[in-house]
Nanobody, 127 residues
Framework: QVQLVESGGGLVQAGGSLRLSCAAS????????MGWFRQAPGKERESVAA????????YYADSVKGRFTISRDNAKSTVYLQMISLKPEDTAVYYC????????????????????WGQGTQVTVSS
């Protein structure tokens, strides 16, 4: 079992920045690729970014490329999502998730493949 707790959400003006954190506890953090997802009202949960177990591979949705950066600190069992140049359409509840994968360099952006989820943190971007 892995417990995930997100933090760092809030209200920010368009063009602003936020850094989300997701602290993991329980099983060995380095056994899991990590992902960030978001869900806006009335929409499906979508993949935003993902990072492999060793941090060497990353994925970004086209809508956030160049603005969001995913990273992880395995010593702290924490994954981050740095968000800059935020837009109103980035408003959503952001969730982190953990996917147990056998290889340290692989990752997935497929929601259904993730095993554990956090409770989410709200990000609101005002225009």
């Amino acid at each position: 079992q892995v417990q995930l707790v997100e933090s760092g959400g809030g209200l920010v003006q368009a063009g602003g920045s936020l850094r989300l954190s997701c602290a993991a506890s329980g099983r060995t953090f380095t056994s899991y690729a990590m992902g960030w997802f978001r869900q806006a009202p009335g929409k499906e949960r979508e993949s935003v970014a993902a990072i492999s177990r060793n941090g060497g591979s990353t994925y970004y949705a086209d809508s956030v490329k160049g603005r969001f950066t995913i990273s992880r600190d395995n010593a702290k069992s924490t994954v981050y999502l740095q968000m800059i140049s935020l837009k109103p359409e980035d408003t959503a509840v952001y969730y982190c998730a953990a996917d147990r994968l056998p290889l340290p360099t692989t990752l997935t952006s497929t929601r259904d493949e993730y095993d554990y989820w956090g409770q989410g943190t709200q990000v609101t971007v005002s225009s």
